[in-house]
């Protein structure tokens, strides 16, 4: 079992927090590759290009290519 202690801000309300809460546990599962980034954006619970904002924003690449295989992506 892992446990997080996190420090927030009290005039979040618990809705606010609960939005965090869920955007951190998503990152936390995909950057484990637990889940695909896919999956955590549905735990997330917000849409596909602000989760890959708030990877961006925490140095997370979202997809990890090889030379060939980000070639291969491209020209497909």
């Excluded at 927030?8 to 809705?15: A, D, E, G, M």
């Excluded at 599962?29 to 890959?52: M, W």
């Amino acid at each position: 079992m892992m446990e997080i202690k996190l420090k927030l801000p009290q005039y979040l309300s618990k809705k606010e927090t609960e939005k965090i809460l869920r955007i951190l546990y998503a990152i936390e599962l995909f950057q484990r590759g637990v889940i695909s980034v896919g999956r955590a954006v549905e735990i997330a619970g917000i849409p596909y290009q602000d989760f890959l904002e708030e990877l961006r924003k925490r140095g997370i690449h979202a997809y990890s290519y090889d030379d060939d295989e980000l070639l291969e992506e491209l020209l497909s």
